[in-house]
């Protein structure tokens, strides 16, 4: 007999046997999400962003007719009736033109900052999501494995993460990536190019992981302790299966909080980096590097700061909303927080 | 409590140990940063280079350089490779700066962060609320680097109201010196202030409900006192420790980008320069002075911690 059936209330013969199946925790969460309309509108938003940056090459090849990477600097441009150099004879490039060509005007090389915009893009959130898959591994299998064994296991995972921590993240990834941008990694099957973009992907990586593995371990510490582990543990389960089957699904709602803190946060780090030379390196373009070179100019030519920077605030101001909209749903005590659900 | 101490010291002790070896490992395997061979130059002949590396020991096994460089650290005799300046003194040149930095902020960020925070709670949900958070979100948002560089477009450009950058030391004109920290710290608080006030609202409103509050409500106390004797008391905690972290990693160098955007020539622009030349001893010195001050004042404020919350298991 199964669960099913025993469940059921003993019904007369021949008729329908109905059982109401009450929603699942996450279906509940969702439908809670779907009546936030400000995180529902973000995450709208940041997947518009994104489809944008991965059609950077459509808008290049079609309506903006040039490349990320090629220069302008000689070149004429007509706005409204008048022909203009794209960069003056002093050297101060044209500002939006609101057309076409040069919507929101070019840099010093006579770039299309717009096409520089959506490339740049690409590449900004390419180094977040990737840096987030690598924290939230790493993190969560340090995570476990800790808060789990814990004894020496613990104290060793515990000070390792505790030095990762001791320094200020963008200090570290400074560091690490000055180091690194120059000659590339080459550690086993691992094996990446000095201007790759995972090196600035893997830094971030990195630099988060304890950011994310302690609050994890501390839960990971109560869990150990519930019954149901015990009852795993009586039946003969292993280490790595009570980890993997009993554990970890009861941290998936931390998880889910911590997935778009994370690329929020991995964003603005691969920003400060390549601001100082240690992220994505050139040509490539990334809305650091962007701001990076346009503070140089950014007396005569502000919107080669404001073009990048906006974006970039904009991008992560949704991921933030939506985050917290996320958490809010996910979080029991958010009733007491004044929170509508 | 005391066994509490002593375990938490020797913990920081191990930590320490291992940044040092850290950070000196990280520039160690700099590929193609030879460092002999940078120093001496494009024409070097084989032999100037070694002679080079022989004199500052880079043919030594890794871990008598290591303690070799330990010593120098201790005893503050560390140089650059770049023009051969100590270290440690041009340190102690860059911290007024800093700490001028690091002190305003950090007054300014923990009174914003605590008023926002409170305003918040006033009515949790509502209009008010809702404005400052999203608000708070945006500065969290926000790079540093991108809200220096456009207040200083505004303010120092535009409107030319204050200067673009450059540091004054306050004993040669205390109103010169806060003309010239005013951007910074304003741009370097910003993001904290959003981040402090989400913290805090979320501790308020989740002790508001709390069995203590709510026998403290019952018997009789006003509302005022309920929340600053009861309430804010323990709310605080946690607000206190984060700004210890926070405010050390900025002493420490850690403000990097807003030292570099305003020219305050402190010790994080001196670590930024240093990277840009590859001069690895300012480095690691720096990196490794933050790092022993976070996790000094991560022990303290832990110590701290078991000290007001007797709760708080003192095994963990």
Redesign the interface.
Known sequence: MSTKELLAPASPPGEELRIQVGAGPYRLALRRLRRRKGAVAAGVFFLAIVICCLCAPLYARYIAHTGPDDNHISATVIVGGHRHNVVSLIGIPIGPTWGPRFLLGADFNGRDVAVRLLYGGRNSLEVGFSAMAITMVIAILVALFAGYYRGWVDSVLVRLLDVIWAYPAILLGVAIGTSLTLGGISLGPLNLKGGSLYIPALIIGFVNIPYVAKPIRGQVIALREKEFVDAARTLDAGGLRIMLTEILPNLSSTIVVFVPLMIANSILLEAGLSYLGAGVQPPNPSWGTMISDGVRLITSSPHLVLAPGLMLVLTVLCINIFGEGVRDVLDPRSASRGVRR | MRRFIVRRTL?TM??LA??SV??FL??Q?????DPASRMAGRTATPGQIAAIARSWGFDRPIYIQYLHTMDKIFTGSVVSYSQQINVVDQIKRGLPATISLAAGAGIIWLTFGIVVGLLSTL????LL?RTLG?LA??S???????IG??L??VFA?KASILPSGGYVPLTANPWQWFEHMLLPWISLSLPFIGFYSRVL??NI??A??EDYVRMARAKGLSSRRVLTRHVLRNSLIPVMALWGLDFA?VI???A??IE??FDLQGV?QY??ES??T?DVPP?MV??MY???L??VV?ALVDILYAYLDPRISLNG
């Open positions: 913990q191990v930590v291992l940044v850290f950070t990280i520039f395997v700099i590929p193609n940063g009515r949790p949900g509502r609320d999203f979100l945006t969290i948002s926000a790079p540093v680097f991108v560089s456009v200083l477009y450009y609202r979320g409103l989740d508001k409900y990693g420490g160098g850690g990097i980008l570099s955007i994080g670590a930024a990277i840009q590859l480095i720096i990196v933050t790092a022993v976070v996790v991560a």
